[in-house]
Structure formats: structure tokens, C-alpha cells
């Protein structure tokens, strides 16, 4: 099968980079885990969050949320003015996987659900996203996953055909959505398994990952 892959995409939160409120959370709530919980499950939803992935403005979400729950108005507007203590680093193993394929010749992409407000100070934080023959982001054409359409926006815009490129993400709704339209998807769940994946279609990878610092 390798023969037939020419390219290799990447989701970012979750598969390239440690996303998660609750990293800039635990600075508010401490030990308080369930009030935390509370929180993300109420306040700022994992929804809320999504329509900025889709193009809305940090500032009239965050004004909105105020609105609704203004004795959480210090957390609620840290979603915004601290968004990159949710970001909690490299994950070192598929980037190291990422950095491999680009050394053999596959050509790699990422394709991810990611705020156009946040993306730059993002792409800017961790250089290895600029290493890439192309990225998109929801934000920038106001799609998100699992949106077809956003495959298709994805495949056009870099002259990518579905059966020769892989796509990986840690959700299965948008696994699906790319194995629907052709794509080799893969649910990724850690790079040791990713790695084990990617051979097995054919790619060339080494059996282990070598140690390598992420930039």
C-alpha cells in the first residue's frame, strides 16, 4: 500500500500537541477537580469552544459567557488571555514520527480544528508546525471537523487525493467522516501505536523512535 500514500496528515490538538483547558484550569481550582469539571461542562463547553474553531471572535464569546455566569468572569476571561497554558507542550513521539516521514519523502500536512485568533502565537511556540508542506485550520475557512466539507477544502487546497493520503486524529467522528471519503484514516491513540500503524501500511519508519529533542 505504501506505493499508493503520498501524503500524511496530521490532526494538531491531541495527536501533535498536549491540548487541554484543564492544564490552565487546575490553576484556578486546585484540588477541586469536580468544581473544575463543573466548569468546563457548563460554562466554557467544550462547544463554546468549538464555534471559535469555526471562525467566531474570542472576545464576543468570552463577553457572552460573562454575561451568563459573571461570578466566573476571571476563569472565563483567561479562556482567552491565557489560552496557551492550555497547550501543554509536544507530544515528542509523533512529532519524531512526523520529522521521519518528512526525511523519506512523504510529503505531510496537518488538518485541524484550531482558532485563527490562537494559531499564530501557536505556530510560533512550537517551530516543527512550520516543517510541513502545508497546514490548515478551521479558523481560517470557518469549517470544522467532522465537516466533510472541511476534507474536501483540505484535499483541494493542497491537490491531495483521498486514497493515497492518511489522515490521523484522535476522534473517532472525524476518523470516520475521512474514511467516508476514501481517506487511509487512523485513530491515533499514542505514537507508540501510530508508529505501528504507519508501518504496517508501508511507510518507512524505524521500529522504535530515536531520541530526539522537539522543537
Request: glycine share 6%.
Amino acid at each position: 500500500m505504501a506505493s499508493q500514500i503520498t501524503a500524511v496528515a496530521f490532526d494538531i490538538g491531541g495527536v501533535l500537541l498536549d491540548w487541554n483547558p484543564r492544564h490552565l484550569y487546575r490553576k484556578f481550582f486546585g484540588a477541586d477537580e469536580a468544581a473544575m469539571e463543573r466548569f468546563l461542562a457548563e460554562v466554557c463547553t467544550q462547544e463554546w469552544n468549538t464555534r471559535f474553531d469555526a471562525g467566531r471572535p474570542f472576545a464576543e464569546g468570552v463577553a457572552e459567557a460573562i454575561a451568563a455566569h459573571p461570578d466566573l468572569a476571571e476563569p472565563i476571561t483567561a479562556y482567552q488571555l491565557r489560552w496557551q497554558e492550555m497547550v501543554g507542550g509536544a507530544f515528542e513521539g509523533t512529532v519524531a514520527i512526523l520529522r521521519e516521514l518528512r526525511r523519506s519523502g512523504v510529503r505531510t500536512y496537518a488538518l485541524s480544528n484550531w482558532s485563527a485568533e490562537t494559531f499564530p502565537e501557536t505556530r510560533a511556540r512550537f517551530p516543527f508546525l512550520d516543517e510541513m508542506d502545508g497546514v490548515l485550520i478551521s479558523g481560517d475557512v470557518k469549517l470544522g471537523k467532522p465537516d466533510p466539507a472541511i476534507f474536501r477544502a483540505f484535499l483541494s487546497r493542497f491537490s491531495l487525493t483521498a486514497e493515497s493520503t492518511v489522515y490521523i486524529d484522535d476522534l473517532q467522528p472525524n476518523v470516520a467522516v475521512a474514511t467516508e471519503l476514501g481517506m487511509i484514516a487512523l485513530r491515533f491513540v499514542d505514537a507508540a501505536q501510530l508508529r505501528s500503524d504507519l508501518r504496517r501500511l508501508g511507510l518507512p519508519l524505524v521500529a522504535e523512535a530515536p531520541a530526539a529533542a522537539v522543537s
